[in-house]
Nanobody
Framework: VQLQASGGGSVRAGGSLRLSCTVSGTARNDYVMAWYHQAPGKQRELVASINNGGRTSYGISVKGRFTISRDNDRNMVFLQMDSLEPEDTAVYYC?????????????WGQGTLVTVSS
């Protein structure tokens, strides 16, 4: 199973970015999909997740600003990031895990860098 993330870049505070992640190498489309971020010198943190039924969950720091969505037909997951803040600067990773697996396990993409300047 391979995950390919894209869409990172540099933006000013208040701006928006949309991340995409494509899952390949599997016929399954029932993974719980998630986005994590890791800022320099900090641990990787869960940003948002979505199950195959569309139920979503968000970290407290991004709730109301970020929106996770998925396209099961294309096996893709997206993260729409609005009202970006400098504190959102991090490498963003997409993750796919089985619903029966622990959070933080499963398959990972290579990461895409998001830089937010003030």
């Amino acid at each position: 199973v391979q995950l390919q993330a894209s869409g990172g870049g540099s933006v000013r505070a208040g701006g928006s970015l949309r991340l995409s992640c494509t899952v390949s190498g599997t016929a399954r489309n029932d993974y719980v999909m998630a986005w994590y971020h890791q800022a320099p010198g900090k641990q990787r943190e869960l940003v948002a997740s979505i199950n195959n039924g569309g139920r979503t969950s968000y970290g407290i720091s991004v709730k109301g600003r970020f929106t996770i969505s998925r396209d099961n037909d294309r096996n893709m997951v997206f993260l729409q990031m609005d009202s970006l803040e400098p504190e959102d600067t991090a490498v963003y990773y997409c993750n796919a895990r089985l619903a029966t697996s622990f959070i933080g396990t499963g398959h990972w993409g290579q990461g895409t860098l998001v830089t937010v300047s003030s």
